[in-house]
C-alpha cells in the first residue's frame, strides 16, 4: 500500500493508536489516516498566506502518550510544538528558538508528557519544558553537530546523543555541565541511534562507515556485542517489536531499499522492501507490538506501508558455496548438502592433507534453520608443511627505507638467501645491479661482422659518405694498392686489444690502437692514416701506421675495378666466395660510395635504467600473482618513482592492501605501520590516522577537556604540567600509565637516566621504555 506526496519527505512519525501517521519535510507537512487499503489525508498543517520556514521540517516526533502532540525540527533552527486539539485552524503551539543553526533531531520523553528534547547542528542540546517558554537546560557535546537524541527506555533520566565526529555520548537530564559516558562508535559521522524496546541495555547506531553496531550500555564500559555491515551509509536504524535480534535500517544514499536484518548473520538481510525509487528518509514500525507492518517515506513522494511476509528474502537467493584459505595454509570448503555426499558414503581422502568434514545437526528452534546452510570440508596442512616463518621473519628483516638504494637491495638479498628463498635474493641482486652500477655490455656477446660471419643485422658500425668529409681529407684520400691475399678480415679495435678475426675463427693480437680511429682500406698520400672524431677534432693529428704483420702479403691486388652496382651485389650476395668478396671490398669506387667506416657503436654501452623499468613492472607482477605480495610491495617501496609511474594506482592499492591485511593477521602491528606510512597511496597512507581519538581529561577534576587549550573549561587550571620543570607542555607529553605523572619528554628522559622515581615526588618507581 502506498500514497503519493505532494513533495518530498524528510521523516515520518506514528501515533500512539497507529491509525494515523504525520509525513513533514520542507514542502510538506500533513497528517494522512492509516486504513485498511490506503491512506487518507486527515490535516495539511501548512497553513498561512506566506511560506514561513518554521514549517520546513528536518524531523517530526508524535508523542506517545498525548496523541495531540507533535514537535518538529525546523531547518532554521526553531523547534516547534502542534496541538491538534486546537480548535483555530493554524495548530502550532509553542516556538523555541535558542538554536543558532538546523535542528536535526526531536524526542519526547517517553514517560513524561512534557518534556522534549532536541539536537542541533550547532552542537547543543537543550531540554524544554513545555509549561515554560525557555529550555530548562543546555547540553554542549564539544563537538561541531548532534546528528540524533534518543531518550532511553530502561533509565527515566538518561539520553543518547551521536555526533559528527563519530562519538556517542550518554547524559543525565539532571546533569548538564558534563556527560557521563562517551565513546568513540563509528569510524565517521553518527547519523542515528535507537534504544532497544526489549533489552533496554542494547543501544543501535549507524554511521556513515556503513555499519550498524549493537552496543551493550549494561557494563562499565560500552561493549560492542553485534556488527551489521551494509552497503551505504546507514540514515535510520529503527528495532522491530517482538523480535529481539531484528531492526530495519534505510540508508542516507545510493541504496533505495529498506532492510531488516538479524544482528547474528550480520552479512545478509532477513528481508527487503524495494517499492522505493529514490532515497528513504524515514522509516517507522506501524505498532510497538505489531512486527509485521512497516511505514516509510522517500525522496520519490510516496508514502508506503510494507508488509513483512511480502518482503524478498535474499537468504534465499545467497549462495551456499564458500572457499578460503586459513593463514597457515588450510584450505575450508562450504557447499550444498545436497551436493555433498553423506558422511558414511564418502571416500577417504587420498592426499598429503589430512580431510575434516562437518556436518552439523541443525537445530529446528534456530530461525535459520532450512536457509541457505552447507556442509563444512576442511584440508589441513600437515604438520610443519605450511609454516610462514619466512614470511614473518623477512617482514621483520627487511630494510624499506632509510639507507642508499645499493645498501638496501644487498641487505634484502642477504635476508632472503639466508632464509632459503633464493630467487627472491636473485632479484634483489638484480635490481641493484640494474638501478645502482652501470650496465656494461660485455664485448664479446656483440657480433661485430659484417662479412661472413654477420647474423645478428645489427648496425655496429657509422659509415660516412666521402662527399660529407671534409675536403682537406677527400682531396688526400686514395686506394693504397698493396699485393697480398684477399681475405674477408673484419677489425674491431677496443679500448684494450684489438681482434682481428678471419673466416678461420683465428684471433690475432694487434697493435695497442684506441677504438676511435680510422680504419678500412684508406690512406693519405703519404700513407697516413688519419684519426676521424668529428666531436673532439684536434689541432694536430698524429700519424698511425698499421703494423705490417696484421696484413699479409700474398698475391698483387687487381686493379681493374667492377663498378658499384657490382660491388653492391656482390657484397650482398650469399653465394660469393671469400675471395670475390675480398676483391670486391678492395676494388677503387665513386667517391659517392660509403667506404670509411668508423668503430662508433650506434648504441651506448651502458643502458640507462629505465630500459629495465617494464621488465621490472612485469617482474612486480609476477610475484603478485603467484602471490608473493610482500616482495611486490617491498621492491615498489625501495625503487620509489622509478618504477611507480609505470604502474597504475590501483593495482598498487591493491598489493598494499594484500600485504597489510597479511601483517596485520599475523599481528605484525609495527611493519604493518611502517609499510602504510611509507606509502605514495592516498587511499594507503591514510589507514593509519583514521578511527584514532584521545580523549583528555583533566588531571585535577577529571573532567574532559576541549580541545580549545591546555586549560580546563571547568576548574581552569593547567592540565598538562610538567613535573621536572613546572611549565605547561604544549609539545609532546609523555605520562606515567602507573601514577599518570608526566611532563615533557625530554625532560622525563633525563630525569630517568639518573632517578627511577617519579619527579612529581608521588613515590612510584616510573620506568621510561
Known amino acids: 500500500m502506498h500514497c503519493h506526496l505532494d513533495a518530498p519527505a524528510n521523516a515520518i512519525s506514528v501515533c500512539r493508536d497507529a ?266 514500525w506501524r505498532h510497538p507490538h505489531d512486527p509485521s507492518f512497516l511505514l516509510s517515506g522517500s525522496k520519490d513522494s510516496t508514502l508506503c506501508q510494507h508488509l513483512f511476509r511480502d518482503a524478498s528474502q535474499p537468504v534465499e537467493r545467497a549462495n551456499p558455496e564458500g572457499l578460503c584459505y586459513g593463514l597457515f595454509g588450510d584450505l575450508a570448503f562450504a557447499a550444498k548438502e545436497s551436493l555433498v555426499a553423506t558422511e558414511s558414503g564418502r571416500k577417504p581422502y587420498a592426499g598429503d592433507r589430512r580431510h575434516i568434514f562437518f556436518k552439523r545437526k541443525l537445530d529446528p528452534a534456530e530461525p535459520f534453520a532450512g536457509l541457505a546452510s552447507s556442509a563444512l570440508s576442511v584440508f589441513e596442512m600437515e604438520p610443519g608443511s605450511g609454516s610462514m616463518s619466512w614470511f614473518v621473519d623477512t617482514a621483520e628483516r627487511y630494510a624499506l627505507a632509510g639507507r642508499p638504494l645499493a645498501e638496501l637491495c644487498d641487505h634484502n638479498a642477504k635476508v632472503a638467501r639466508e632464509l632459503g628463498r633464493n630467487q627472491v635474493a636473485q632479484t634483489w641482486t638484480m635490481l641493484r645491479i640494474i638501478y645502482c652500477s652501470p650496465g656494461l655490455v660485455p664485448t664479446p656477446n656483440l657480433n661485430h661482422s659484417v662479412g661472413k660471419g654477420s647474423s645478428c643485422g645489427l648496425p655496429l658500425m657509422n659509415s660516412f659518405n666521402l662527399k660529407d668529409m671534409a675536403p682537406g681529407l677527400g682531396s688526400e684520400t686514395r686506394l693504397d694498392r698493396s699485393k697480398g691475399d684477399t681475405r674477408s678480415d673484419t677489425v674491431l679495435l677496443d679500448s684494450s686489444a684489438t681482434l682481428i678475426t678471419n673466416e678461420d675463427n683465428e684471433e690475432t693480437e694487434g697493435s695497442d690502437v684506441p677504438a676511435d680511429y680510422l680504419l678500412g682500406d684508406v690512406e ?192 581552569h587550571r593547567c592540565a598538562s604540567m610538567c613535573a621536572v620543570c613546572h611549565h605547561v607542555v604544549k609539545g609532546l607529553f609523555v605520562w606515567c600509565q602507573g601514577c599518570s605523572h608526566g611532563g615533557h619528554l625530554q625532560h622525563i628522559m633525563k630525569w630517568l637516566e639518573g632517578s627511577s622515581h617519579c619527579p612529581a615526588g608521588c613515590g612510584h618507581l616510573c620506568e621510561y621504555s
Open 19 to 284: 491509525a494515523q501517521v504525520v509525513v513533514a519535510g520542507r514542502s510538506i507537512f500533513k497528517i494522512y489516516a492509516i486504513e485498511e487499503e490506503q491512506f487518507v489525508e486527515k490535516l495539511n498543517l501548512r497553513v498561512g498566506r506566506k511560506p514561513s520556514l518554521n514549517l520546513s521540517c528536518a524531523d517530526v516526533v508524535w508523542h506517545q502518550m498525548d496523541e495531540n502532540l507533535l514537535a518538529t525540527a525546523a531547518t532554521n533552527g526553531v523547534v516547534v510544538t502542534w496541538n491538534l486539539g486546537r480548535p483555530s485552524r493554524n495548530k502550532q503551539d509553542q516556538l523555541f528558538t535558542e538554536h543558532k543553526r538546523t535542528v536535526n533531531k526531536v524526542c519526547f520523553h517517553p514517560t513524561e508528557a512534557h518534556v522534549l528534547l532536541s539536537g542541533s547542528q550547532d552542537g547543543f542540546m537543550k531540554c524544554f519544558d513545555l509549561r515554560r517558554k525557555d529550555s530548562v537546560s543546555t547540553f554542549s557535546g564539544q563537538s561541531e553537530s548532534v546528528r540524533d537524541v534518543q531518550f532511553s527506555i530502561r533509565d527515566y533520566f538518561t539520553f543518547a546523543s551521536t555526533f559528527e565526529n563519530g562519538n556517542v555520548q550518554l547524559w543525565d537530564i539532571r546533569r548538564p555541565d558534563r556527560c557521563e559516558r562517551m565513546f568513540t562508535a563509528h569510524n565517521g559521522p553518527v547519523f542515528c541511534c535507537d534504544w532497544h524496546p526489549e533489552d533496554r541495555g542494547w543501544l543501535a547506531t549507524g554511521g556513515r562507515d556503513k555499519m550498524v553496531k549493537v552496543w551493550d550500555m549494561t557494563t562499565h564500559r560500552a561493549k560492542e556485542v553485534h556488527c551489521v555491515q551494509t552497503i551505504a551509509s546507514v540514515a535510520r536504524v529503527k528495532w522491530r517489536p517482538e523480535c529481539r535480534h531484528h531492526l530495519a535500517t534505510c540508508s542516507m544514499m545510493v541504496d533505495h531499499n529498506i532492510y531488516v536484518w538479524d544482528v547474528r548473520r550480520p552479512f545478509v538481510p532477513a528481508a527487503m522492501f524495494e517499492e522505493h525509487r529514490d532515497v528513504t528518509t524515514g522509516i517507522a
Open 524 to 715: 693519405g698520400e703519404e700513407d697516413e692514416l688519419y684519426l676521424l672524431d668529428p666531436e673532439h677534432a684536434h689541432p694536430e693529428e698524429p700519424e698511425y701506421v698499421l703494423p705490417q704483420e696484421a696484413f699479409p702479403l700474398r698475391h698483387e691486388i687487381v686493379d681493374t675495378p667492377p663498378g658499384p652496382e657490382h660491388l653492391q651485389d656482390k657484397a650482398d650476395s650469399p653465394h660469393v666466395s671469400g675471395s670475390e668478396a675480398d676483391a670486391a671490398s678492395l676494388a677503387p669506387v665513386d667517391s659517392s660510395f660509403s667506404l670509411i667506416s668508423v668503430s662508433h657503436a650506434l648504441y651506448d654501452s651502458r643502458l640507462p635504467p629505465d630500459f629495465f623499468t617494464a621488465l621490472v613492472c612485469d617482474m612486480l607482477r609476477f610475484y603478485a600473482e603467484q602471490g608473493d605480495v610482500q616482495m611486490a610491495v617491498s621492491v615498489l617501496i625501495v625503487l620509489g618513482e622509478r618504477v611507480r609511474k609505470d604502474i597504475d594506482e590501483q593495482t598498487q592499492e591493491h598489493w598494499y592492501t594484500s600485504y597489510i591485511d597479511l601483517l596485520q593477521r599475523f599481528c605484525l602491528w609495527n611493519v604493518s605501520n611502517e609499510v602504510v606510512k611509507l606509502s605514495t597511496s592516498r587511499a594507503i597512507s591514510c589507514l593509519n590516522q583514521a578511527s584514532t581519538t584521545l580523549h583528555v581529561n583533566c588531571s585535577h577534576c577529571k573532567r574532559p577537556m576541549s580541545s580549545r587549550g591546555w586549560v580546563c573549561d571547568r576548574c
